[in-house]
């Protein structure tokens, strides 16, 4: 069984960057689709961004599209979401989450996802 830490958040400027960090334990890791999701204030949990097992496959919200890069390391059982040009509304507690699947798959529903972090908060000021 996979499960993940998340880490890197912080208090940041608007237009500053962020890079987050999910650590993830077990043997299998590299079966896994990985997601980022994020859930601010008063708000329900959104998709972020996800990246199949093999990295080779990404998708994002629209969002964050040109501003957010999802990538994995198999080697370093190590999914990142590096976060440029940071808005106000990016402010959330964002969440690491995997599904294992047995192809080249990316999950953008919250519920197909099986394993899930704690969460690490962002906080982006004005």
């Known amino acids: 069984q996979v499960q993940v830490v998340e880490s890197g958040g912080g208090l940041v400027q608007a237009g500053g960057s962020l890079r987050l960090s999910c650590a993830a334990s077990?043997?299998?890791?590299?079966?896994?689709?990985m997601g980022w999701f994020r859930q601010g204030p008063g708000k329900e949990r959104e998709f972020v961004a996800a990246?199949?097992?093999?990295?080779?496959?990404?998708y994002y919200a629209d969002s964050v599209k040109g501003r957010f890069t999802i990538s994995r390391d198999n080697a370093k059982n190590t999914v990142y979401l590096q976060m440029n040009s940071l808005k106000p509304e990016d402010t959330a507690l964002y969440y690491c989450?995997?599904?294992?699947?047995?192809?080249?798959?990316?999950?953008?529903?919250?519920?197909?996802?099986?394993?899930w972090g704690q969460g690490t908060q962002v906080t982006v000021s004005s």
């Open positions: 989450a995997g599904v294992r699947t047995p192809q080249e798959t990316i999950a953008t529903i919250p519920n197909l996802y099986t394993i």
């Open positions: 077990g043997r299998t890791f590299s079966s896994y689709a």
């Open positions: 990246v199949s097992w093999s990295g080779g496959n990404t």
